[in-house]
Every structure is written in structure tokens, then in C-alpha cells.
């Protein structure tokens, strides 16, 4: 997927400054669905003039927060500050991990401003991903108005996670990738719960994310919706005024703007919620009337045209007739009167496919009457990369904790995706056979001062091939669930590894092993040892008391992986008879000479309970040490301390 070229992303809307008389309007509670609005880089909760809760900062996996050079020139809380993600302190990829929304479907809304936060004058280039799958890209010289005033951009997509709640996290993860040493910056992040099946799910399917490249409301004279006026949007979505992408009639005086108060039918429906608004008012010429959207070529575009006969000098079928050209090409001729009535709502969406220009033109030629028309919307339909087997993404999250893998490294988001960056530092991925998902074939996080254990999740790596975490303070046992059949090279050396070595080690492919230089200790699997005969690489040197090895000190005869052998066990049982076995002989043959010899014993009460104490003594420390065996094994402990 190419990633979008923000230059041509700069359609979004820009903030509504402070002008010098704006009252704020009165405040309306939004209450369709789920959504949550963070405030990035604030660390307190605020509710805006249209009565929307910004939640203080959350969700993000590392950056910093900072205020923004001119916040008076603002009057949202959500605009005053921002978070920053400088990669020397906080690797190439952090991501806000948003929680999932109960339908599958949502709107994302980011807002993204420069300012000169950090008086350096120069905005970032940086990408933007939505789980593995770039969807916005600024490049630095950003428009100036942009740097200075802000962006709003938003997305519709399915959650990937709702697919399938029973893997990893029921999360959406919004990811940021600077360039070079350049921070990403983000001001709000804003998640709403949306109707699955609108925008014709049904046709689009699961797999693509709209991105949002224009959303008008013609006749409209300001940016209205969510975070811009208190009129309302189920999906919270914001609607631009239409004077500037309108190209046709070119001289303004010569489009003429309908308004009604009157309700207008057929809005606010399901399943895609259009609010009455948009058709409430419009845009009507003599002439033609033209839009031209900014697009990025080769990809496929959705545009929805939404009409409603809101002018009263029209009073029947066949009164307007509207041809609709969608870049020169004829696609629908519309009579709104025939298909709704009048004062009512009409949608009609047509998707254009493999777009050859860098701009999309929507035009209205009247076969009847003059053309009319009360809103446009432009979504580019991005198809979905694919993105790290669950399983395996999920193992190496349990991996990033269990060896404490340090925040300067990235380990955020998705491990491999998306391709056009790199997979998460020190970590080889490949796309598996039907590629359809990325795959972990090799982890190298050599001399990176790792202070954790190994997770038995990494089980689930079963395409890992080179496996290295030499040179590290790596403590804890080799977990036996690590021998895969595809592992090939395995470097453990130089940690603080305990206990003994796996015997499912032995049965994997391995080539080449090296565990010298920790702990280790017990007898080494006897098929481990036909590595090195094999041609490939064995060291086990340097260890606490590994055995049964060439070269290494053979294995005691009863010892085994640092316990006691079965074997080991039955011969220590019978030794046991043995020796009560001779005790019985001494006892009869002391009893036999009692007879005959004087009495040198203790008095028969005071021995007993000599016994009797020595017995309890005995059997309490058998059961404390019966306790801490249990402790060893994680069982819960039969006492409550007290
Ligand atoms: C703002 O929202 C709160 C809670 O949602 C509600 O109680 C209050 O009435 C709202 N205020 C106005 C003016 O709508
Ligand atoms: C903000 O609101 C959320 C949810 O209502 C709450 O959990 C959190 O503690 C609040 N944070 C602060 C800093 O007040
Ligand atoms: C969810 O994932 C698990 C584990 O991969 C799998 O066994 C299960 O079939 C999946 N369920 C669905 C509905 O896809
Ligand atoms: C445009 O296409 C419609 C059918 O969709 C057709 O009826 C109409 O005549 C065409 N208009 C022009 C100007 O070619
Ligand atoms: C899209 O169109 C371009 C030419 O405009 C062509 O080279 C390319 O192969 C097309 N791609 C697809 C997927 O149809
Ligand atoms: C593991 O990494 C270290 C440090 O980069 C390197 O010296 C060693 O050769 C690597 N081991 C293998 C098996 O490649």
C-alpha cells in the first residue's frame, strides 16, 4: 500500500480559531453508542463548550506531553496541548492502544497541530498506521496553515480484534513512526461507535478502511459537527463548508444556497445516520454545478451524494432531471422528486475504481431544470494489510514483559506490521505460505542489558528459525515449549540461566547451539549432543553443573536434568530397605544380648517420650519442608500467615 501523501491530505479541515465575538454555543449531550475522546498529552479530564468529556491523557505506549507555543489562539482543551514520541527514548513505533468498541465497527478521529511546540520551527514527517495498515503521512514542510492551525483527519474501519475477541487484546492500535530522529505529534485521538453495516459494509466488505478525503455540506458557511458546533452526528462525523471545492459555477454570486427550517424525512436512519442537516440546506446554478476533490491516484474511491427536493418551485416527477459525471463520466441520472418526494432524503454512493487522477470531480448537469445537491462525501477505500498471526503477536507481547524488553526498542503495536516499516528492533518477520499474515522467523536482542525470563509463550513462535538473546542477565529456566521444529540457532549464552536443558531441545533441527556461560546444570539430553555430530555447533561450557557430555564431567550415576532420576529414586528405595533391613538385624541381635547384660537403658516412660518428642520434631520439619516444596511449585500454601 502506498502510504498517502499528506500534501494531498490537506483538505482536512482546520480548527476553528478564536475570533474575537464567538460565544460558545450552548452545550448538547452526545449519547449514541460508545465513544471516547483523549486529550493527548493532558494530564487532566475537561469537558469542552459542546459538552464533550476529554479524558486526560491514556492508552499511549510511551512520549511526552507538552503544551503547544500559542494555546489562547484554541478554545478546545483538546487543542491546547499535545504528545510527542522522540524515537531515541521511545524507538520507532508507539502506538495509543485504544479499547475496542462493542459493535465492530468505528469512526477514528485524530487532530494534529505543530505549532512550534517545540520551538525548533521545523514540523515532523512522520506516518500514521491503523493496526498494519499506514494510513495517514505528513511530510515536513507542512502547509503553514496546517502547522499552524491544525488538521483534523478521520477514518472508518472494522476492529480487526472483534473478530475475534478470544485473541490478544480487544484493542485498536493507532501507531506513529517518525522519521529519522523526527518525534510524531498527536493532539486528540477520538474513537465513536458506528452502525457495521452502514456505508454499504455489505459491498466493501471487512477488509478496507475509509479514509475520510472530503465531507461536505453544500450551502453551509462553517465547519459544523463534533468539535465544531454543537449540532450533532451520531457517528461523529464533522462537516465542511462546500465553497471550496466547489469549481463550478466559478463566480460565487452565481451559486445559489436553499435553506429550509422545515423537517426533512428519511435522515437520521439507519444504518448510516445522516443528519438532517446535511439536508437542509443546498446548492443550486443555472449552469452546471462541479466539486473537485484533492485524491491520491491508483486507488479505489467511494463517493456518497446526498440530495433532497428542499425547493418549493419544484412540485413534481420530472421537474429536475440531474445527470451525475463523476470525472467526465456519466455514472446515474438522478430525479430526487420520482424517488423520494420532496422534503425528504436521497443518497445515492458510486464507487470509482483505480482512480488514474490526482483529482476526483463530481459533476451535475440538469437534463431538466437546474442541478441541486445537499452534501458530498469522499472516502478512499484502503484495502487492509495484513498483520502478525495472532498467536504470534500475542506470544511476543508476553515475551516484551517477560524479558523486560526496554521502551527505547518500540515493541508497540503489531511486531511486523506494517511492512513498509520496520518489524519491532531485533526481530526478523516473513509473510507465512498463503500470505495472508507475517510471521516471526528470527529474534536477536544480543547484548540489550535483558534483566527477565524467557516466557513459555514463545511456544507459540512456530516459524522461529534463530532465536539470540546471548550476552544478557536473562535468569530462569529454558522453557521446554521453546524447541520448535523450525528453530535452527539457538544462542542463550552469557545469561544467568537456571536448571537443566529441555529434552524437546534435542528433538527440534537444531544447528547450532550455545548455552555455555550460565547456570545450568543436570544431565545434557543425549540427542542434544548429536548436534555437534552432526557438523552443526555445540557449547555447554562455562555452566553451574551440567554432565554427560563430551568434555563435560559424566553424570553421577543416578543424576538426571539436575533431579533425581527414576532410577535414582528406586535405588535409593531399596538402599532404604537395606539399611532398616540392618537395623532390624542390630536391634535383634542387641535385644539378644540384653538378656544376658545389665541394665543400661533409660527408664522406660522417659525414652518413649524422648521417641515420642524426637518423632513430632521430625515429622514437623518433614511437613515444613513438604510446605516449601509446595511453595516451589506455586501451589497455595495450606496456612494463612497471620
Ligand atoms: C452536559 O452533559 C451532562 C452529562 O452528560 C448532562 O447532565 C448535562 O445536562 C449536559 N448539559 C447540557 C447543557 O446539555
Ligand atoms: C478522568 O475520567 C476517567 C473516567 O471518567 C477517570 O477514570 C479518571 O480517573 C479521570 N482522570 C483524572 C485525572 O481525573
Ligand atoms: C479465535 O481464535 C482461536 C485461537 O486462534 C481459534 O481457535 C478460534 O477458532 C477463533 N474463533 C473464531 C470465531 O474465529
Ligand atoms: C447519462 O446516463 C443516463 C443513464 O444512467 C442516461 O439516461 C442519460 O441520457 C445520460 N446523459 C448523458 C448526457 O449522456
Ligand atoms: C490502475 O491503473 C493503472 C493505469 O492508470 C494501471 O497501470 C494499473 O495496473 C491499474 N491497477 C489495477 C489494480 O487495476
Ligand atoms: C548472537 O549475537 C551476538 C552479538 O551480536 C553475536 O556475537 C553472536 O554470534 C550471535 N549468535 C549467533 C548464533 O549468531
Not at 493496526?131 to 503521512?137: G, H, N, P
Not at 539470540?468 to 521453546?482: A, D, F, K, M, Q
Request: glycine fraction near 6%.
Amino acid at each position: 500500500m502506498t502510504p498517502l501523501n499528506c500534501t494531498l491530505l490537506f483538505f482536512f479541515f482546520f480548527t476553528c480559531i478564536i475570533t474575537t465575538s464567538s460565544s460558545p454555543p450552548p452545550p448538547q449531550p452526545y449519547n449514541y453508542g460508545y465513544s471516547i475522546h483523549i486529550n493527548c498529552g493532558s494530564s487532566t479530564n475537561a469537558t469542552d463548550p459542546y459538552n464533550t468529556t476529554w479524558l486526560s491523557d491514556r492508552y499511549f505506549s510511551g512520549g511526552t506531553d507538552s503544551l503547544i507555543s500559542e494555546p489562547l489562539r484554541f478554545h478546545l482543551p483538546s487543542e491546547k496541548t499535545l504528545r510527542f514520541f522522540p524515537p531515541s527514548s521511545y524507538g520507532k513505533k508507539n502506538c495509543y492502544s485504544l479499547p475496542s468498541v462493542s459493535s465492530s465497527r468505528f469512526l477514528l478521529r485524530t487532530f494534529t497541530l505543530y505549532d512550534n511546540y517545540d520551538a525548533k520551527s521545523r514540523p515532523p514527517s512522520f506516518d500514521v498506521s491503523l493496526s498494519s495498515t499506514i494510513l495517514f503521512s505528513w511530510r515536513s514542510p507542512w502547509p503553514a496553515s496546517t502547522a499552524s492551525d491544525g488538521a483534523y483527519a478521520d477514518l472508518l474501519a472494522f476492529s480487526t480484534a472483534a473478530h475475534n475477541f478470544s485473541v490478544g487484546e480487544a484493542t485498536i492500535d493507532l501507531c506513529f513512526y517518525g522519521y529519522a530522529t523526527d518525534a510524531p505529534v498527536v493532539s486528540s485521538v477520538e474513537l465513536f461507535e458506528i452502525d457495521p453495516a452502514s456505508y454499504d459494509a455489505a459491498s466493501t466488505g471487512k477488509d478496507v478502511v475509509l479514509v475520510n478525503y472530503g465531507r461536505v455540506s453544500c450551502g453551509s458557511d462553517e465547519h459544523w459537527g463534533p468539535g465544531f458546533t454543537a449540532d450533532e452526528d451520531r457517528f461523529g462525523r464533522s462537516w465542511q463548508p462546500d465553497s471550496a471545492f466547489r469549481i463550478l459555477p466559478d463566480k460565487e454570486s452565481e451559486a445559489r444556497v436553499v435553506f429550509t427550517q422545515n423537517d426533512v424525512s428519511g435522515a437520521d436512519l439507519s444504518p448510516n445516520y445522516f443528519p438532517m442537516k446535511v439536508y437542509q440546506s443546498a446548492v443550486t446554478a443555472e449552469g452546471n454545478l462541479e466539486y473537485e476533490f484533492t485524491v491520491d491516484a491508483k486507488m479505489d474511491y467511494m463517493v456518497w451524494l446526498h440530495f433532497a427536493e428542499i425547493d418549493s418551485s419544484v412540485r413534481k416527477e420530472g421537474e429536475r432531471v440531474v445527470d451525475v459525471f463523476i470525472n467526465e463520466r456519466n455514472v446515474s441520472r438522478v430525479d430526487i422528486y420520482k424517488e423520494v418526494g420532496r422534503f425528504a432524503a436521497f443518497d445515492w454512493h458510486y464507487t470509482v475504481k483505480n482512480l488514474s487522477d490526482s483529482s476526483l470531480r463530481v459533476k451535475l448537469v440538469a437534463a431538466v431544470g437546474v442541478p441541486i445537491i445537499s452534501g458530498i462525501e469522499n472516502y478512499a477505500l484502503v484495502p487492509i494489510d495484513p498483520s502478525t498471526l495472532p498467536q504470534q503477536a500475542s506470544a511476543m507481547k508476553a515475551l516484551k514483559e517477560s524479558l523486560r524488553v526496554p521502551g527505547r526498542m518500540g515493541w508497540n503495536g503489531d511486531p511486523c506490521a506494517p511492512t513498509s516499516w520496520d518489524a519491532w528492533e531485533g526481530v526478523t518477520c516473513r509473510m507465512n505460505k498463503d500470505k495472508t499474515s507475517l510471521v516471526i522467523s528470527a529474534i536477536d536482542l544480543a547484548s540489550q542489558g535483558l534483566k527477565g525470563y524467557i516466557s513459555d509463550k514463545i511456544s507459540l513462535l512456530s516459524d522461529l528459525v534463530s532465536l539470540n538473546l546471548s550476552s544478557n542477565s536473562l535468569e530462569g529456566e529454558i522453557p521446554s515449549g521453546l524447541a520448535q521444529k523450525s528453530l535452527i540457532k539457538l544462542d542463550l549464552s552469557n545469561n544467568q540461566l537456571i536448571g537443566s536443558i529441555p529434552d524437546s531441545l534435542a528433538s527440534s533441527s537444531l544447528q547450532l547451539v550455545l548455552l555455555n556461560d550460565n547456570l545450568l546444570e543436570g544431565r545434557v539430553p543425549d540427542q542434544l549432543i548429536s548436534v555437534g555430530v552432526h557438523g552443526g555447533a555445540i557449547d555447554l561450557s562455562g555452566n553451574k553443573g551440567l554432565c554427560g557430555a563430551p568434555s563435560l564431567p559424566s553424570c553421577p550415576m543416578f543424576w538426571n536434568h539436575g533431579r533425581l532420576s527414576s532410577r535414582g529414586k528406586i535405588a535409593i528405595s531399596l538402599s532404604c530397605v537395606f539399611v532398616l533391613l540392618v537395623l532390624l538385624l542390630l536391634v535383634y541381635i542387641y535385644i539378644r544380648r540384653k538378656r544376658n547384660d545389665y541394665d543400661f537403658g533409660l527408664p522406660h516412660e522417659l525414652m518413649s517420650l524422648a521417641a515420642k518428642r524426637n518423632r513430632y520434631v521430625r515429622q514437623k520439619s518433614l511437613m515444613l519442608l513438604e510446605l516449601e516444596s509446595q511453595h516451589a511449585k506455586g501451589l497455595p500454601s495450606p496456612f494463612t500467615p497471620q
